[in-house]
Nanobody, 115 residues
Framework: QVQLVESGGGLVQAGGSLRLSCAASGSIFSISGVGWYRQAPGKQRELVARMPTTGTTMYAEYVKGRFTISRHNARNTVYLQMNSLTVEDTAVYYC?????????WGQGTQVTVSS
C-alpha cells in the first residue's frame, strides 16, 4: 500500500514562491510516474505537472516557466517549486503516483495566493 503525504502549502502574496513536497511510503516510488494536480473551488481537478520514470516531463500551459517538478528517489519525495504565483494558482494541490495503471493520491495541501 502506498501513502502520499503533501506538505508546504500555505498563504503567499502574489508574485511569491512556495515549494510543495510529497513523501511516499512503500518501495515503488523510483519506478513510478509522479505528478501534481490542483483543484480550485467549483472547478475540476486539473493537471499541473507530470514526471514519468523515463521520457519528457509535462507541464500545463498555465504554469510553464513558473513551476518546476522534481523528484528525489532516495528520499521517496516529489517536489513542486512554484514561482511568480498569481491568485489564479489558489487551489488544493494533490500529489499523484502512477504505477502499473494504478493511481495513488495524497490528501492535498491548500495553496492560497493573495493579491
Amino acid at each position: 500500500q502506498v501513502q502520499l503525504v503533501e506538505s508546504g502549502g500555505g498563504l503567499v502574496q502574489a508574485g511569491g514562491s512556495l515549494r510543495l513536497s510529497c513523501a511516499a511510503s512503500g518501495s515503488i516510488f523510483s519506478i513510478s510516474g509522479v505528478g501534481w494536480y490542483r483543484q480550485a473551488p467549483g472547478k475540476q481537478r486539473e493537471l499541473v505537472a507530470r514526471m514519468p520514470t523515463t521520457g519528457t516531463t509535462m507541464y500545463a500551459e498555465y504554469v510553464k516557466g513558473r513551476f518546476t517538478i522534481s523528484r528525489h528517489n532516495a528520499r521517496n519525495t516529489v517536489y513542486l517549486q512554484m514561482n511568480s504565483l498569481t491568485v489564479e494558482d489558489t487551489a488544493v494541490y494533490y500529489c499523484n503516483l502512477r504505477y502499473s495503471n494504478v493511481e495513488y493520491w495524497g490528501q492535498g495541501t491548500q495553496v492560497t495566493v493573495s493579491s
